[in-house]
């Protein structure tokens, strides 16, 4: 199994920007697939960006151009780059890792971001 360790939540204004990181440990595979879901109340929860250890990555249309997920593959952690937040974006962001294959798959704890006035 691997474990993740979601840090960099809080709050912040309308506009302003916060960055997230992850920290994979555990048996990780070479050939994975890392990044963030979140979830608001009462709602499902639903991808946000991804990263695939290849290269690739993929964006919600929400904060496509906004956010942006990087990798250090050396540190097994996967990063957010939160930039001009909007009240929407409120939500618990859940860091999530699987192996490409799909055959195993871990969730963080998750990490409160609020964004308001």
């Known amino acids: 199994q691997v474990q993740l360790v979601e840090s960099g939540g809080g709050l912040v204004q309308p506009g302003g920007s916060l960055r997230l990181s992850c920290a994979a440990s555990?048996?990780?595979?070479?050939?994975?697939?890392m990044g963030w879901y979140r979830q608001a109340p009462g709602k499902e929860r639903d991808m946000v960006a991804v990263?695939?250890?290849?290269?690739?990555?993929n964006y919600a249309d929400s904060v496509n151009g906004r956010f942006t997920v990087s990798r250090d593959n050396v540190l097994n952690t996967v990063y957010l780059q939160m930039n001009s937040l909007k009240p929407e974006d409120t939500a618990v962001y859940y860091c999530?890792?699987?192996?490409?294959?799909?055959?195993?798959?871990?969730w963080g704890q998750g990490t409160q971001v609020t964004v308001s006035s």
């Open positions: 990263a695939f250890s290849t290269g690739p990555k």
């Open positions: 555990g048996s990780i595979s070479s050939m994975n697939v």
């Open positions: 999530h890792y699987r192996t490409l294959r799909n055959t195993d798959d871990s």
